[in-house]
């Protein structure tokens, strides 16, 4: 994201006008650029179709994106950081089939956190970047979580529904 914000202008963007969009799994990404304090102010509108932050199979614990980091690096034959480094790309492809790839939230062992805490904390206590536009969307065979305005989405925000 910022990388768009630095070089948008470049290719005739304005960065104080960046939509992010995303359908499915790339619902769940803007969803979670919403809730990191790394990707603020980098956007101005959001558009989500079909699921959130809060979906079951969204963002994992950290206890086991740690278990899966290391089935991955077990998978590979490595044990730490210089050994993962020596691999090829294709040898580093060969080990994702091991766990499940996901966000988590990382503030118990990062320095720059993407996610501060789980995504219904932040949500429940108002820690989100609450100055985006946003349209959430949903199709009638998929993403029956993310439009649960007492649930899913406990925002301050105006929901309108329409109907089609």
């Known amino acids: 994201m910022q990388w768009v914000a630095d070089y948008i202008q470049n290719f005739g963007g304005d960065p104080q006008s960046i939509t992010i969009f995303g359908e499915s799994a790339g619902s769940l990404s803007v969803a979670l650029h919403l809730l990191s304090p790394l990707t603020e102010n980098l956007f101005q509108r959001a558009i989500m179709q079909s699921h959130s932050s809060l979906d079951p199979w969204g963002p994992l614990l950290p206890k086991y994106a740690i278990q899966y980091g290391q089935n991955y ?8 950081l210089d050994c993962l480094l020596s691999l090829d790309l294709e040898s580093l492809f060969d080990g ?9 939230p990382d503030f118990e062992f990062s320095s720059e956190p993407y996610l501060i805490a789980d995504p ?9 970047n609450k100055d985006i536009e946003i349209i959430i969307g949903k199709l009638p065979t998929s993403g029956h979580t993310i439009a649960h305005r007492d649930n899913i989405w406990p925002l301050p925000v105006k929901f309108r529904y329409f109907s089609t």
């Not at 690096?73 to 730490?80: E, V």
């Not at 091991?98 to 966000?103: I, T």
Request: glycine share 12%; with cysteine; net charge negative.
């Open 73 to 80: 690096t077990s998978a590979l034959g490595c044990n730490d």
């Open 96 to 104: 994702f089939h091991v766990g499940k790839w996901m966000a988590v």
């Open 120 to 128: 219904q904390i932040l949500l429940e206590n108002g820690q989100f």
